[in-house]
């Protein structure tokens, strides 16, 4: 195979980019800032809820790949003989080598260990020995694989409280599912009924099928299934809309039940502490990679 190297400027990549997959054959093509990591990189995506400081890089590097020479070859002069495209160069037209992309991935996940005995371990890797719990995932589209500080933070937490906490596990809420790893973690500490929601439909049918394959029950679906009061509250997001979300979270949260907040930076501990005043007092259970795990008892 082989790949074409371009540089475009703000307001064409769109059209570069659609023009190379729906015309020119490219069967791929990816968009990078051209100036990250250099003094003139600027800040693109702010945080969920803020609006975002540009509309897109300033100069983007686009990588396409194509079967063969000749329709890299064609492609690149059939772009760039566009009148549109006369600001976009051509950096370099290179062999890419074949690889083991299966492997190359798979060797990039491996088993990680939360606690004592309890491990997450990918499909294709032995069960290591001495592991007690178990989580089957292999990465998909929805966030949380075990590899991110703030869902490892939930995990360690759950494993710490579980013998301590079993009068809690009767009903669970895990509010931003993603993978529904908390949830499947939850129930292999002992907790039989879960409700695990996320705005984002493919993160419900991954819990689903992530759920099942841990021969686990998790009921799972949009945020609306969430009723009631639960004993137990995991919410795994991010400051932003932690801090909306205060007065909903804390209403599913039973009097005496416990509420295990992720997402949070160390630095936006205080925010979040005062947005969730009202109803009960956070504190920092832990601190993972700059991230911190936050946890409250209703009263
Ligand atoms: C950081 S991931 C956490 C996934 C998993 N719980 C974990 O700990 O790894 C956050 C998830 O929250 C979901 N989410 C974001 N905002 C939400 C909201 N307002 N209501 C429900 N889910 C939300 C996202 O779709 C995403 O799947």
Same mark, same amino acid.
């Given at each position: 195979m082989v790949e074409l190297l371009l540089l475009a400027p703000e307001g064409v990549?769109?059209?570069v980019t659609d023009a190379l997959i729906d015309e020119l054959g490219a069967l791929s093509a990816s968009v990078e800032d051209a100036d990250a990591d250099t003094d003139a990189e600027?800040?693109?995506f702010g945080e969920p809820g803020m609006p975002a400081p540009a509309g897109g890089w300033q100069r983007s590097r686009i990588v396409a790949l194509f079967d063969d020479d000749t329709a890299a070859t064609e492609a690149a002069t059939l772009l760039l003989a566009q009148d549109w495209a006369s600001d976009v160069s051509l950096v @370099?037209? =290179?062999p890419v080598q074949e690889q083991d992309w299966v492997r190359l991935t798979q060797s990039q996940f491996a088993p990680v260990e939360i606690s004592n005995g309890f491990w997450i371990v990918p499909s294709w890797h032995e069960v290591p020995a001495g592991a007690q719990r178990v989580i089957r995932l292999d990465p998909g589209p929805a966030f949380g694989t /075990? %590899? +991110? $500080? %703030?869902? =490892?933070m939930c995990l360690r937490w %759950?494993? +710490? +409280?579980a013998a301590a906490l079993s009068a809690s596990w009767t009903r669970v809420l895990d509010y931003g599912c993603g993978s529904g790893i908390l949830a499947i973690g939850a129930a292999l500490h002992g907790a039989t009924a879960i409700d695990a929601v996320d705005i984002d439909p493919s993160a419900v049918e991954s819990t689903r099928? #992530? !759920?099942? !394959? #841990? /021969?686990v029950t998790v009921n799972a679906g949009l945020p609306d299934l969430a009723s009631g009061s639960y004993p137990l509250v995991y919410a795994n997001i991010l400051a932003t809309p932690l801090k909306l979300? !205060? $007065?909903l979270l804390s209403a599913h949260v039973a009097g005496g039940g416990h509420l295990v907040l992720a997402g949070i930076l160390e630095r936006q501990t205080d925010e979040l502490k005062? @947005?969730?005043a009202p109803w009960l007092t956070l504190e920092v259970a832990d601190r993972d990679e700059g991230w911190a795990l936050m946890t409250g008892r209703m009263a």
């Open positions: 990549v769109e059209s600027k800040a693109l @370099a037209m =290179r /075990g %590899t +991110h $500080p %703030t869902t =490892r %759950t494993a +710490h +409280h099928a #992530n !759920a099942m !394959a #841990n /021969g979300l !205060a $007065p005062a @947005a969730y």
